[in-house]
């Protein structure tokens, strides 16, 4: 936590995170800390690397894995599947790991299993925008353009300024 309390502090909370991320007996916690300080500033290396450590110490560091699996999913959708699929089991599939699991599977060209994931996810919050956004992004990715209007439409209904609405509007403006 110091990490991200001191982040607007002129980097006084990279320092105190990478104090306690770093130091020898960190924990998995820890180092997951510095890694999250290192991806809020937007130094995607080193989250990674911090994200990394914490996995090497808690194979099972539900948390890390997500976040690294958050991160890769343009540079290496195989690899974020592998790691969110580990997050969505350790988590004991919390509904963040698994948006996590059908964005890898959609980033990998798994569209069926995106769909299922996001079908599956949309059932569970129903009110979710951001569920109901990425459920319309899978049907879109696999062709079917008439229940994907119909998804991204229900996702800006909940919430019409949700953090993807900009993106939901483009995508039915190509259907």
Do not use: C
């Not at 998995?28 to 989250?47: S, Y």
């Not at 099972?60 to 974020?80: F, Q, T, Y």
């Amino acid at each position: 936590m110091v990490g991200l309390y001191g982040l607007g502090r002129r980097g006084g909370g990279r320092v105190g995170a990478r104090r306690v991320g770093g130091a020898g007996g960190a924990s998995a916690g820890d180092t997951f800390w510095l890694g999250l300080t290192e991806e809020k500033l937007g130094h995607a290396e080193e989250a990674l690397a911090a994200y990394e450590a914490a996995l090497a110490l808690d194979r099972n560091h539900w948390v890390s894995a997500n976040n690294m699996a958050s991160l890769l999913l343009d540079r290496d959708p195989e690899r974020a599947v592998a790691l969110a699929q580990r997050a969505t089991l350790a988590s004991k599939m919390r509904p963040e790991t698994r948006n996590t699991l059908g964005q890898a599977f959609m980033a990998a060209g798994q569209s069926q299993d995106a769909l299922r994931v996001f079908a599956s996810l949309v059932q569970d919050a129903p009110d979710n925008a951001v569920f109901a956004f990425r459920h319309g992004q899978a049907l879109h990715d696999a062709g079917d353009t008439d229940a994907a209007r119909i998804e991204l439409e229900r996702a800006l209904s909940i919430d019409p300024d949700f953090d993807f609405a900009s993106e939901a509007k483009a995508l039915l403006k190509l259907n």
